[in-house]
């Protein structure tokens, strides 16, 4: 069966640090891949997306980036944190088929200080 | 741009009771994809119910059923016989039918709070 890891579960980094948040698809290929953001009490945005290893497509202008490296992996950086990034991130994964769902990870809680 | 409107912020249901759950979505496409998903205090998004909008059937899975209104471009979510395990924000989305890499369009969430 199809699992995906999400890592950290919550960060702390102050203003002006990098970021790396890693995910991570087992159980399948070639899936397409997903970074959200929730704000609190709010619903979810989607920050990038990707059709394959080195294909990222951005929803939203910001200090985000997004990388492939491999088929089944999806890292969010950021070179330097501004308090707005904030937030929770999921990372999330679907088969190219129509209509298919979208899994999600667990999550991770990022305060900036 | 297709958007997804949950007009309910919170609801409360007594538990063993009925609540339904509006949403409504605007799309000029007519080939989709509906789904609700839960997210309790853990915050994993966990599916619930999925629906094609090429289907007139409602979906249904165990205790959850959804009343599918093409026309009124109407999603709504119906559990029965609520649980205390019920409570969480539940959010409604949208998806394309063309390919497979377009995103969910989410809603901004119904938070569900179950009485005992």
């Known amino acids: 069966s199809q699992t995906i890891h999400q890592w950290p579960a919550t960060l702390v980094q102050p203003v002006g640090s990098p970021l790396s948040l890693e995910c991570t698809v087992e159980g399948t290929s070639n899936p397409n891949l997903y970074w959200y953001r929730q704000a609190a009490g709010r619903g979810l945005q989607l920050l990038f997306y990707?059709?394959?290893?080195?294909?990222i497509s951005s929803e939203v202008p910001q200090n985000l980036s997004a990388s492939r490296p491999q088929d089944r992996q999806f890292i969010l950086s950021s070179k330097k944190l501004l308090l707005s990034d904030s937030g929770f991130y999921l990372c999330?994964?679907?088969?190219?088929?129509?209509?298919?769902?979208?899994?999600f990870g667990n999550g991770t809680r990022l305060t900036v200080t | 741009a297709q958007t997804v409107t949950q007009s309910q912020p919170e609801m409360s249901v007594q538990e063993a009771e009925t609540v339904t759950l509006s949403c409504t979505y605007d799309?000029?496409?007519?080939?989709?994809?509906l789904f609700w998903y839960k997210q309790p205090p853990s915050r994993q998004m966990i599916l619930v119910i999925r629906?094609?909008?090429?289907?007139?059937q409602n979906a249904t899975e165990n205790r959850f059923s959804v009343n599918f209104q093409k026309a009124a471009k109407s999603f709504s979510l119906k559990i029965s016989d609520s649980q205390l395990g019920d409570a969480a924000m539940y959010f409604c989305a949208y998806r394309n039918s063309q390919g497979g890499s377009e995103k969910l369009v989410f809603g901004k969430g119904t938070k569900l709070t179950v009485n005992p």
């Open positions: 629906q094609e909008a090429y289907k007139q």
């Open positions: 799309t000029s496409e007519s080939d989709y994809y």
């Open positions: 999330a994964w679907s088969t190219g088929r129509r209509g298919s769902p979208l899994h």
């Open positions: 990707s059709v394959g290893i080195g294909q």
